[in-house]
């Protein structure tokens, strides 16, 4: 059933709530109101404002699909230390009752060294949240920059090209 809300009201009950809370609403012509997530959002690439929602009514006892966002913690060590993140997913699909299906998933990357990775299984689910994507799916991999890379090479290539004077 299409309806109209407010972008104001949309936006603050993201901001305090985030995208994947469950809300409360009251369709046209009806008294009661029903629960529902929102399932996808669309923007206006113009002004980067709320063009489209889509809400999907959701039961309270029933588990739900939903994509929730990574964050990933300690990127900022990693990059003091001349490493790199490539991330190969932004958002985990997950399954859980929606009351239980967390905001962000964060995972600390501070620790990893050049060629690490974190995988799926790795990630640290809420209680009642079942991943849907395969356990052994990449999520990140840390690596060398390719500036640090390089000078390590080049730094190598002087200590063999010098010879010890006679």
Same mark, same amino acid.
């Given at each position: =059933?299409?309806?109209?809300?407010?972008? #104001? /009201? %949309?936006?603050?009950?993201?901001?305090?709530?985030?995208?994947?809370?469950? @809300?409360?609403?009251?369709?046209?012509?009806?008294?009661?109101?029903?629960?529902?997530?929102?399932?996808?959002?669309?923007?206006?690439?113009?002004?980067?404002?709320?063009?489209?929602?889509?809400?999907?009514?959701?039961?309270?006892?029933?588990?739900?699909?939903?994509?929730?966002?990574?964050?990933?913690?300690?990127?900022?060590?990693?990059?003091?230390?001349? =490493?790199?993140?490539?991330?190969?997913? #932004? /958002? %985990?699909?997950?399954?859980?009752?929606?009351?239980?299906?967390?905001?962000? @998933?964060?995972?600390?990357?501070?620790?990893?060294?050049?060629?690490?990775?974190?995988?799926?299984?790795?990630?640290?689910?809420?209680?009642?949240?079942?991943?849907?994507?395969?356990?052994?799916?990449?999520?990140?991999?840390?690596?060398?920059?390719?500036?640090?890379?390089?000078?390590?090479?080049?730094?190598?290539?002087?200590?063999?090209?010098?010879?010890?004077?006679?």
């Amino acid at each position: =059933m299409p309806v109209a809300v407010k972008k #104001d /009201e %949309l936006r603050k009950v993201i901001k305090e709530n985030g995208r994947n809370s469950v @809300i409360k609403m009251k369709g046209p012509g009806r008294s009661k109101s029903f629960d529902v997530m929102i399932s996808s959002v669309q923007f206006s690439h113009m002004h980067y404002d709320y063009y489209h929602v889509d809400f999907n009514r959701v039961s309270l006892d029933e588990k739900v699909k939903a994509e929730v966002p990574i964050r990933f913690i300690g990127v900022d060590f990693l990059e003091a230390n001349q =490493m790199i993140l490539t991330r190969y997913m #932004d /958002e %985990l699909a997950v399954t859980g009752f929606p009351q239980d299906i967390p905001q962000a @998933i964060e995972t600390d990357v501070s620790g990893l060294k050049h060629g690490e990775s974190i995988y799926v299984k790795d990630l640290k689910l809420p209680e009642g949240i079942e991943a849907v994507t395969d356990a052994n799916h990449p999520v990140a991999t840390v690596s060398v920059a390719k500036r640090a890379a390089e000078q390590a090479e080049d730094t190598n290539a002087e200590g063999e090209n010098t010879a010890p004077a006679e």
